[in-house]
Antibody, heavy 116, light 108 residues
Framework: EVQLVESGGGLVQPGGSLRLSCAAS????????MSWVRQAPGKGLEWVAN????????YYVDSVKGRFTISRDNAKNSLYLQMNSLRAEDTAVYYC?????????WGQGTLVTVSS | EIVLTQSPGTLSLSPGERATLSCRAS???????LAWYQQKPGQAPRLLIY???SRATGIPDRFSGSGSGTDFTLTISRLEPEDFAVYYC?????????FGQGTKLEIK
């Protein structure tokens, strides 16, 4: 059974940093692109970033470019999102999803709240 | 950036009725790289349709997708009680994927 479990969310002050993790199981992690998608409270979905199987290609939505970094560790079946210079508008549930853009499996999400 | 506009914002129907949801793109979506998701409160999105018309694994055949270019449609042929949720379209024809704002399908 495919499982994606996010962790690392929480309350952080504006300008702060947070690192999200996504633990994958039930499939060959190293064979898939992976993505992060977020959803602000009561709002719609926003694709954030993705990463190729070997980490050689990464893409970001313009609003996080230069602040967020996506990475992966295929030996640990894990996906990461390093978030720096956080802003109030980054407050959202962050989901990891299997796939470059179309997510056929999603985690349950982890909430990031940016507030003073 | 391709902007997706979904209509209507809210659709009120009864179980057994047919639902037609629209997704219009600000420019042509290459190769019909258009997906549809269903999301229920407190849950992650669930992939329904990809490539504009291909059903994802395990999705009932009452769900169908159609369209090309800038106009796409998700049709639910006969609504079941579990189908009432929010539906999102997503384009992935460019390296910057975008979602529509969603259509809420509610029980009339």
């Amino acid at each position: 059974e495919v499982q994606l479990v996010e962790s690392g969310g929480g309350l952080v002050q504006p300008g702060g940093s947070l690192r999200l993790s996504c633990a994958a199981s039930g499939f060959t992690f190293s064979s898939y692109w992976m993505s992060w998608v977020r959803q602000a409270p009561g709002k719609g979905l926003e694709w954030v970033a993705n990463i190729k199987q070997d980490g050689s290609e990464k893409y970001y939505v313009d609003s996080v470019k230069g602040r967020f970094t996506i990475s992966r560790d295929n030996a640990k079946n894990s996906l990461y999102l390093q978030m720096n210079s956080l802003r109030a508008e980054d407050t959202a549930v962050y989901y990891c999803a299997r796939g470059a853009y179309v997510g056929d499996y999603w985690g349950q999400g982890t909430l990031v709240t940016v507030s003073s | 950036e391709i902007v997706l506009t979904q209509s209507p914002g809210t659709l009120s129907l009864s179980p057994g009725e047919r639902a037609t949801l629209s997704c219009r793109a600000s420019q042509s979506v290459s190769s019909s790289y258009l997906a549809w998701y269903q999301q229920k409160p407190g849950q992650a999105p669930r992939l329904l349709i990809y490539g504009a018309s291909s059903r994802a694994t395990g999705i009932p055949d009452r769900f169908s997708g159609s369209g090309s270019g800038t106009d796409f449609t998700l049709t639910i042929s006969r609504l079941e009680p579990e189908d009432f949720a929010v539906y999102y379209c997503q384009q992935y024809g460019s390296s910057r994927s975008t979602f529509g704002q969603g259509t809420k399908l509610e029980i009339k």
